[in-house]
């Protein structure tokens, strides 16, 4: 693919996100939000935290089928969400790209923290 042709592509996919109202990519931009606020002082609602990652992990199919979480409520997700908002991770909310090199091991970290969460739980 060149460069015109990505660019393009991501152009496209944009306007798609912004043309259609309540369309599900626009999932990620609530979960992304939501999780902001919580890293922000005081105590966050992790219920509803809970809530929004689970709309957003089923507007993406993760609760179809075979999936061992669709059989459980939202709050399947609260050791998650907590580990998530733990302190050590708050360098990886909003990381850009130019810095993921640097903080690979932490995300490698957080990644075995949530499979061994939802390891427990399959």
Not at 98 to 115: G, K, R
Request: proline residues 2%; hydrophobic residues 35%; negative net charge.
């Amino acid at each position: 693919m060149s460069q015109e042709e990505l660019i393009k592509s991501a152009y496209d996919f944009y306007e798609e996100l912004k043309s259609v109202e309540n369309g599900r990519y626009l999932s990620w931009e609530y979960c992304y939000y939501i999780f902001s606020q919580a890293r922000k002082p005081g105590m966050p609602d992790i219920e509803l935290l809970c809530l929004h990652l689970s709309f957003y992990l089923a507007s993406w199919g993760m609760y179809r089928g075979s999936s061992f979480i669709l059989q459980r409520d939202y709050l399947v997700h609260k050791a998650a969400v907590e580990t998530i908002l733990k302190k050590k991770y708050n360098r990886l909310h909003g990381c850009e790209v130019d810095t993921l090199n640097e903080n690979l091991c932490l995300l490698f970290a957080l990644s075995e923290e949530l499979n061994g969460i939802y390891g427990d739980i399959r």
